[in-house]
């Protein structure tokens, strides 16, 4: 059997950020100033006037929810649609992490567990939801800035648990998606940020730098981060409908369906690429036809 590995190759990938620190240290202000800014505020808190100037400024635009449904449905069409957005910001996702916690400690209640939320099970259905965002912003030709709230992180030192400082207050394993992790910091009158996870040479690890888009750029590569954002046209109703008609009778069907989704990254039918989903009703039918010859 032929190997299926290849020559690597250097991809120019769109910056995913996340950024996380207090409250006032200028997450929202630094992350609106990047290209054409799809702002989605969970809290309110880019209602006020230097906010909505410095959107308008970028030829941006402001969406308000809290609901992870509604921000996966955005995104969804952020994907799908061409638009002249280039980068989408979320601040904070910790509000709407927060919140299917919330709702799923609820939905778990019971007498043997009046909190719902008895040995963490109530995290299984919230990050099952946070992974399904998170599929789709891999997919999204946009710049990603997620901004989160900060939290003291433990760690054990022998038998003494000890603060070691500050990490992000959201899912835990978010951090995997990014290739830049930056805590910001409030320095005097300076903002600057602490890179704590990278896979960008030109952020090395530790290294602290002025917290603004104009050095982002200049790092990361101004054209990169400022091109128009290239839509993907997924499945169609009719394509789903005729996928599951093709699929009713095979007994394989639920293990082509999980394949079929895997290697499109995505977590539902209507989320594979509409060239992928025709592909697949294509063999599908040629089976069929086989078949019956």
């Known amino acids: 059997m032929a190997l299926k590995g290849k020559k690597p190759e250097l991809i120019q990938k769109r910056l995913k950020l996340l950024v996380y620190g207090p409250a006032g240290v200028g997450k929202t202000t630094a992350a609106i100033q990047f290209p054409k800014p799809y702002l989605v505020d969970t809290e309110r808190g880019a209602e006020n006037e230097s906010y909505v100037r410095a959107l308008e400024k970028a030829g941006g635009a402001y969406m308000f929810t809290n609901d992870a449904d509604d921000l996966i449905a955005e995104v969804r069409s952020l994907l799908s649609e061409k638009h002249s957005y280039r980068t ?9 992490y927060n919140d299917l916690l919330e709702k799923s400690a609820a939905a778990l209640v019971s007498r043997e567990d009046p909190s719902g939320t008895a040995f963490s099970r109530h995290k299984g259905p919230a990050d099952r939801k946070i992974k399904h965002l998170l ?6 030709d946009m710049n990603i800035i997620i ?14 648990i000890v603060d070691v400082g500050q990490t ?17 910091q409030k320095r005097g009158v300076e903002r600057v940020g602490v890179v704590k996870k990278t896979r960008i ?9 002025p917290f603004t888009y104009d050095e982002i750029a200049n790092r990361y590569g101004r054209a ?9 046209a997924l499945a169609s109703v009719e394509q789903v409908t005729n996928l599951k008609v093709l699929l009713s009778d095979r007994a394989d069907k639920e293990d082509l369906v999980e394949k ?11 989320e594979i690429p509409a060239d992928s989903i025709a592909k697949c009703i294509a063999w599908l039918t040629s089976q069929k036809e086989t078949v019956a010859a």
Request: contains cysteine; charged residues 30%.
């Open 88 to 96: 989408l910001v979320i601040d904070p996702l910790t509000i709407i």
């Open 135 to 140: 599929n789709l912003l891999l997919r999204l």
């Open 147 to 160: 901004t989160s709230h900060s939290k003291t992180k433990w760690e054990r030192d022998g038998k003494t």
């Open 168 to 184: 992000f207050d959201c899912y835990g394993k978010l951090d995997y998606l990014f290739d830049l992790v930056v805590e910001v």
């Open 201 to 209: 040479t030109a952020f090395p690890e530790a290294d602290i730098f």
């Open 224 to 232: 990169l981060l400022e091109k128009d954002a290239a839509p993907v």
């Open 260 to 270: 079929g989704l895997q290697k499109a990254g995505a977590d539902e039918l209507s």
